[in-house]
C-alpha cells in the first residue's frame, strides 16, 4: 500500500498539500493539484470515499438542505430523496438548518468541499441567493422559487392552482364566509396559494378574510383563536398546511364548534397524518413523493444543464371528513 509521503515525493510537494488535495480543506494552486491527482493514480493511493470522488468526478452523495425536519412534508420529501439515492448507490447527506442562513451558506459550502453530486435546497432566505449563484455544483430547489440565477432545476407543485382549488371547494360546500390562513408571506408557495384564494373571492364576489400563520402546530392553535374573535361568522377555513388543520379543529372542537356541520376545514400537502386522525382531513395534496424522486433524479442522471428546467406537478382536492358538500 502506498502512503501520503510516498504520493507527496512524486508529486514533489508537502504531505500536508495532498492531503489538503484529498480534503478539500484549503485551495491548492492547480499546477501543484494536478501533480498529486497524478501521482495519487499512478500510485493507486486511495485512503477514502473523498479521494476517489476526486478521479470519479462523482462522490455518490446527495445533500439535502431543509428549513426543518419538524415539518412532516419535509420529512416525507427527505424520506422519498432517500429512497431514490439508495435505488441508485447514492447516499443522502441532510442538513437541517432551522431555517438560519448562516446555517444553509455553511451546509452548501461542506456539500461543494466533499465533491457532492448536488443539493437539493429549500430556502426561505434572500441571505442565501449568493451561495447558490457562487456553488460549484448543482443546485436543484423545491417547492419555493428563489430569485437566484445559477439553479440546475426547481420542482414544485402548481401552489396557485392548489390556493384555488381549496377556496372553490369550501364554497362548493357552502361556505360563505371564508378565512384563510396564509403561510408566511416570504414564501413564494405560500403566496401562490393566496394568491389562487384571492381570485376564487374576486370570481364568486365573496370578502377576503386572511390571517397570518407559521407551519406549525402551537401557532395554528394560537391562530385560530384568533380567527374566532376576528371572524365570529367563519363558517369556512383554509390552514396553511395540514398540521395547521389539525391545530384548528383541535381548538374548535374544544369550544364545542362542529366540524364540518359549524364550521368547515381543508389543510395542504396530503401528509400521512391528515389521514390518520379522527376525523381525518379533507386537503390538497402535494405528489410529495414524486418531488423528491424528480430532483434527486435531476441530479443522479446529471440531467442538467445551464439553462433552469422547471418541474411543476398538479395538486388535486382529497375530501375526507372535515368538509362536506351542500345536499349531502
Known sequence: MSSIREVAKLAQVSPATVSRVINGTANVDEEKKKRVLDAISETGFVPNEVARSLFKKSAKIIGLILPSIENPF??????????????????????????????????????????????????????????????????????????????????????????????????????????????????????????????????????????DCTYDFEKGLEVTETILSKYPDVDGIIACNDVVAISVYKVLNSKGIRVPEDVQIIGYDNIRLSKLVTPEVTTIAQPIDEIGQKAAELIINNDIDNNEKEFIFETKLIVRDTTKLKGE
Open 74 to 211: 419535509f420529512t416525507q420529501m427527505a424520506n422519498a430523496v432517500e429512497r431514490t439515492a439508495d435505488k441508485y448507490g447514492y447516499r443522502l447527506i441532510l442538513c437541517n438548518t432551522n431555517d438560519k442562513p448562516e446555517r444553509e451558506k455553511t451546509a452548501i459550502s461542506m456539500l461543494a468541499s466533499m465533491n457532492a453530486d448536488g443539493i437539493i435546497l429549500t430556502t426561505n432566505n434572500e441571505e442565501t441567493y449568493e451561495s447558490v449563484n457562487s456553488c460549484p455544483i448543482p443546485v436543484v430547489i423545491t417547492d419555493r422559487r428563489i430569485a437566484a440565477k445559477a439553479l440546475a432545476g426547481y420542482v414544485h407543485s402548481d401552489h396557485y392552482e392548489g390556493g384555488r382549488i381549496a377556496a372553490k371547494h369550501l364554497i362548493d360546500c357552502g361556505c360563505k364566509n371564508i378565512v384563510c390562513i396564509r403561510g408566511p408571506v416570504e414564501v413564494s408557495s405560500a403566496r401562490a396559494r393566496y394568491e389562487g384564494y384571492c381570485k376564487v373571492c374576486h370570481e364568486q364576489n365573496i370578502k377576503q378574510q386572511v390571517v
